[in-house]
Nanobody, 110 residues
Framework: QVQLVESGGGLVQPGGSLRLSCAAS????????MGWYRQAPGKQREWVAI??????IYADSVKGRFTISRDNAKNTVYLQMNSLKAEDTAVYYC?????WGQGTQVTVSS
């Protein structure tokens, strides 16, 4: 059974940084496609970044600011978020196949 647990969210000022973690069990993040998504209040869930094998793609809204990485030994995927903006405020989820994590809240505000 695949389980994904996100952590690392919080309140940060505009221009700040956060690193989100997605700890996986039941799958190996090293060989599976992993994605980060987010849902802002009143908006539909949207994809942020997806990585599979050696290929990673980013939504235009985060390109150059967000970076996915993996720690295979910890079976964890990270989302490093820099230069955060108010419009990045959302609940962030990681996803593998049809399985979603519970989400972690990111709030960017002064």
């Amino acid at each position: 059974q695949v389980q994904l647990v996100e952590s690392g969210g919080g309140l940060v000022q505009p221009g700040g940084s956060l690193r989100l973690s997605c700890a996986a069990s039941g799958i190996a993040v090293s060989i599976n496609a992993m994605g980060w998504y987010r849902q802002a209040p009143g908006k539909q869930r949207e994809w942020v970044a997806i990585t599979r094998g050696g290929v990673t793609i980013y939504a235009d809204s985060v390109k150059g600011r967000f970076t996915i990485s993996r720690d295979n030994a910890k079976n964890t995927v990270y989302l490093q978020m820099n230069s955060l903006k108010a419009e990045d405020t959302a609940v962030y989820y990681c996803k593998n196949g049809a399985v979603w994590g519970q989400g972690t809240q990111v709030t960017v505000s002064s």
